[in-house]
Every structure is written in structure tokens, then in C-alpha cells.
């Protein structure tokens, strides 16, 4: 092989690897107390969804692909970035009756069925999340 195919097929390669780091995996039901995971949650027709009472028992949110759900608004992710331990996302969200537009969100992973939400500007509110098992 020449030296030219060497270095593009190492550029190649370099370029796939470097890229294909994948962030956490946010995919689920995720709720303030697991114990609560079935009033929270409801699933029917392979499709989860969020109970009527869903807020009086912790509340919550359903991440499915780049989509966000909670009870009141729905986001789309439009950037994602891992760094530290913490999810960066950027998401463009709204509600059924107003678009409420581009979000900052903040995650800081805790193990693979608990991440805490945090706002950098005020630490002392973030809220833990438990994935739930339905």
C-alpha cells in the first residue's frame, strides 16, 4: 500500500473512532420516587404514558429517541453532549397550546437508573430521577 492510502485509511479510521463515543443511554421512564413507577406511569399498547395524577405522586418524564415527555410540555433534543459525568442537552420544547423554545437541560449521571437534573445556577434545586422498570 502506498503511504497516501496509510494515512487516509488512518484518517478514516481515526475520524470513526473519535465520533462514535455514544452519551448515556436516556431512554425510558424516569420518575422522583421509583417506588411510584405504576402511578406515575401507565403503559397500553406497548406505549408508555403519564397517569392523570402523575405530578401528586412525584411526577416525571419519558424519554423516547430525541424526544422528552412530561405531562405538560414535550421536547425534542436537538444537541446532546456528554462531558464529565453530565449531559449537556439542548432541546426545543412546547406545550399544546405554546412553543416555548430552546432549553438548556442538565444531568449528571449517577449510575445507569438514576441521573439528578441540575441548574448550574442554582444547585440546590436539582432533582433526582429513578428510571423506572415496566
Known amino acids: 500500500m502506498s503511504v497516501s492510502i496509510v494515512r487516509w485509511l488512518f484518517c478514516v479510521i481515526f475520524t470513526l473512532f473519535s465520533f462514535s463515543s455514544y452519551a448515556f443511554d436516556l431512554s425510558g421512564a424516569w420518575t422522583t420516587d421509583d417506588s411510584n413507577c405504576h402511578k406515575v406511569f401507565v403503559t ?3 406505549k408508555i404514558s403519564m397517569t392523570r395524577n402523575a405530578d401528586v405522586f412525584g411526577g416525571g ?3 423516547e429517541g430525541k424526544q422528552i415527555r412530561g405531562q405538560a410540555k414535550t421536547c425534542k433534543i436537538t444537541g446532546i453532549k456528554e462531558e464529565a459525568g453530565v449531559l449537556n442537552l439542548v432541546a426545543s420544547c412546547s ?7 430552546t432549553q438548556q437541560i442538565s444531568i449528571k449521571i449517577e ?5 439528578t437534573r441540575i441548574l448550574p445556577a442554582f444547585p440546590e ?5 429513578y428510571r423506572c422498570k415496566l
Not at 406545550?95 to 423554545?101: P, S
Not at 449510575?111 to 441521573?115: A, E, N, Q
Not at 434545586?125 to 430521577?129: D, E, I, Q, V
Open 61 to 63: 418524564f419519558i424519554v
Open 125 to 129: 434545586m436539582a432533582t433526582t430521577y
Open 95 to 101: 406545550t399544546d397550546i405554546a412553543v416555548l423554545g
Open 44 to 46: 397500553k399498547n406497548k
Open 111 to 115: 449510575g445507569d437508573d438514576r441521573v
